[in-house]
Each structure stands twice: as structure tokens, then as C-alpha cells.
């Protein structure tokens, strides 16, 4: 069994307060156990006023973590907060890892990085945490690619970076104390790990507006739809450059693979010069895809499904949640409403961390229970410990 211990703090500008007030809250939440890691959520700020070097420096285990937009623990919610959530247990042994620069390459790294992990654990991983960086020329479903084929189809739950900026020009990976713009860091877990995931971008229920079949795509581009080049396809149901195409990043596309997995949510990034749709994620041939809406009221009502969920789960012992920022974003100035609806929803007693994603990944589920790892947009993903 995972046990989670939870703690956070609001001293930016005082390293060894933060680090005192990060200890004491540990030692209220409970006991290591056999073997423990560190997951960090903070505020970009912590960073350059050296926090999170006194925090992991104080710590006797590895910790792995990025910057984000708001975090929440089952203790306090905030946008200039730090969060620490430790996975702890006598069963399940914890391997964290930090990959070379992916900035050229990114294939070797991350094999060479999970083969280093990997062979520090007792038997095969069962599941995996990912902290992805936010790379321009690189997207997170090419990341999640290469971390399927280096792990073998294990379970990858995790977040690309993202900060308070609008172009997320902070967005850094954390690993002991130190921050990264271009490398991935990774937990992986050997023992009886006992998981569920659930993830949803809009709420259950609500109709796409058209579906169309992906003919012609290389990775994220779509090239034609419906056998039209896309930009002509996308006229068709009235979307085009002068109505606003281009800012269409909160419109989710929702993409069904075809293959039994449930349907995930994707965005159009851009437009490239050759007149192709540059999506927020892979968009094979043959999928197809509807657009829906997203409005404020449809962040709340689908984050309560998922809790909804949640609750009626009484095996549950922690809980990582990974809500896209482009959903906070969507809420306006009320910015932390969706986090503060989990709080509400799940109280104190529950030990949780949430962070606001630039992308997640979170595995679905099959017709045969397998689960397939998949990356997403718009969605509030969530990873349930159980007993």
C-alpha cells in the first residue's frame, strides 16, 4: 500500500522558513515508511529565491516535481504556493530518475534514463510518474512515444510544465532542489502498486457539434478531413482564419482513436504555413474527431463527475490530479475554482496534490482493462492509490 503525506507552504521569499514549515507539516502527516519520494508543485518564484534548494536539501529521499500555474493539497489551495506530497511504503519501492537534455535529441535519454531506474528497483516497474518539460519543437505526446517504447507499455501518469506566464516562459522541471528547462524527470514504482485513473475534458453527456475522419496526418498535423484539405474542411462547419482560427486553443477537439479506448480531448495550436492544423497532440488517420465547447460552467460540472466518482471509492489512499491550465484559464478570474470544488468535494481527510498541467498524460482504459497511455488536453486527470 502507498501511503501519502502532504505539506505546503507560501514562503517565497524565506528558503529556511519554507523548509522548517514543509518539515513540520511531515512530521504531523506520519512516519516514512521503507521507501519514500518526494513530488513538488511551486510557483516559479521559488525557484529564483532558492526555496525549493533549502526544501529538498531538508528532505532524506529524492524529490521530482515542476512549476505551475495554482497547486492544492488537502491542506491549502493557492496560486504562489508550494505543495510537497511524499509516497511512502514498505511494499512498493520508488526509483527517481532524471533524464540527459532532450533540447537535440531525446530517444537515447530517456532509454538511458529509465534503464538507470530501472535497475535500481527489485522487479519490473509497475506504474510511472512523468515531469515533462515544456519544449517548443518537441510536443509531450512525442515524450510519452518514447517513454511507452522504454518502458514497455507500463502505466505513465504525469504533467508537461507550465507557469503563471502567458507563454509559459518559466515552465521548469524540478529534480533535488535543482531546475530544469529541457529534461524529464521520472518515478518509477516496483511492487503492488494499486491504481485507477480516471480523466475528462467535457462533461459527460455533451454532444459534439460534427465528426469527421482524419484522412491524411503526419504525428500532431492534420493534413486532409473527409478527404478535403483540412483549412476547406474547417470552413465547412465555420471555422476559418478570420473568424478566429487560430485562437481556437480553447476549443477542445475530441478524438476518438477507434480502437476501444475511451475518446480524448486535443486543440488546434496552429496553423502552419502549408495550410495543415498543428494539434495539441497525435492525430492518426483514420481517428475521427467532433468539436465540442468549453465554458466555465462545463470545468465544474466535469471535475464533480469525476469527484463524484471518487467518493463513492472507499479503497482510496491518496491522489494525484492533473487539471489542464487551459481550464483555469477558462474560469477567468475565478481562477482556482476547480481546485477549491476538489477540496470542497473531498475535505481534509483524503491526502490529494493537485497541479495545473500543460499537457497530461494519464493511461485509459481498454475493452480488455488493459490500459493504453495516452496524452491529453482540456482534461482534469487523476490517479487514484488504493488499498
Not at 504556493?81 to 526509483?95: G, H, K, R, W, Y
Amino acid at each position: 500500500m502507498i501511503k501519502m503525506l502532504t505539506a505546503c507552504t507560501t514562503e517565497i521569499d524565506e528558503p529556511q522558513a519554507a523548509a522548517q514549515e514543509i518539515l513540520k507539516q511531515l512530521e504531523q502527516a506520519g512516519g516514512l515508511r521503507k521507501s519514500s519520494v518526494g513530488l513538488l508543485t511551486c510557483h516559479a518564484d521559488f525557484i529564483t529565491s532558492g526555496a525549493i534548494i533549502k526544501v529538498c536539501e531538508s528532505l532524506p529521499f529524492d524529490v521530482v516535481g515542476t512549476t505551475t500555474l495554482g497547486a492544492a493539497t488537502n491542506r491549502d489551495t493557492g496560486l504562489e504556493i508550494l505543495t510537497l506530497s511524499v509516497l511512502t511504503s514498505d511494499e512498493v519501492t520508488f526509483a527517481a530518475v532524471l533524464t540527459d537534455s532532450l533540447q537535440e535529441k531525446q530517444e537515447e535519454p530517456i532509454m538511458a534514463a529509465c534503464e538507470s531506474a530501472r535497475s535500481t528497483l527489485p522487479g519490473q516497474p509497475s506504474m510511472v510518474l512523468a515531469y515533462a518539460p515544456l519544449l517548443p519543437h518537441v510536443g509531450g505526446e512525442r515524450l510519452l512515444r518514447l517513454l511507452d517504447k522504454a518502458l514497455k507499455g507500463v502505466p505513465v501518469f504525469g504533467t508537461l510544465a507550465c507557469d503563471h506566464n502567458f507563454d509559459f516562459h518559466d515552465s521548469q522541471v524540478v529534480f533535488n532542489g535543482k531546475a530544469h528547462r529541457d529534461r524529464l524527470a521520472l518515478v518509477l514504482m516496483s511492487g503492488p502498486v494499486k491504481y485507477s485513473f480516471l480523466t475528462i475534458s467535457v462533461p459527460e453527456g455533451k454532444a459534439e457539434k460534427e465528426s469527421a475522419i482524419i484522412t491524411e496526418s503526419e504525428g500532431n498535423v492534420v493534413k486532409k478531413v473527409n478527404d478535403l484539405p483540412v483549412l476547406s474542411y474547417l470552413e465547412t462547419i465555420g471555422l476559418t482564419r478570420e473568424s478566429g482560427l487560430e485562437g481556437s486553443k480553447s476549443i477542445p477537439v475530441i478524438l476518438n482513436y477507434n480502437d476501444g479506448t475511451p475518446a480524448v480531448a486535443r486543440c488546434f495550436y496552429m496553423i502552419s504555413p502549408e495550410g495543415y492544423a498543428v494539434c495539441g497532440g497525435e492525430m492518426p488517420m483514420g481517428a475521427t474527431f467532433g468539436l465540442s465547447s468549453m465554458e466555465p460552467e462545463d470545468i465544474l460540472i466535469s471535475a464533480g463527475q469525476v469527484l463524484n466518482k471518487v467518493q463513492e471509492n472507499k479503497n482510496i489512499t491518496a491522489m494525484l490530479i492533473f487539471p489542464c491550465i487551459v481550464r483555469s484559464v477558462t474560469l477567468g478570474v475565478d481562477q482556482l475554482a476547480e481546485a477549491r470544488l476538489v477540496s470542497e468535494k473531498l475535505g481534509t481527510s483524503l491526502p490529494y496534490q493537485l497541479c495545473y498541467s500543460g499537457g497530461e498524460i494519464c493511461p485509459v482504459y481498454q475493452k480488455d482493462g488493459n490500459t493504453a497511455n495516452r496524452f491529453h488536453n482540456f482534461s482534469f486527470a487523476a490517479c487514484l492509490f488504493e488499498e
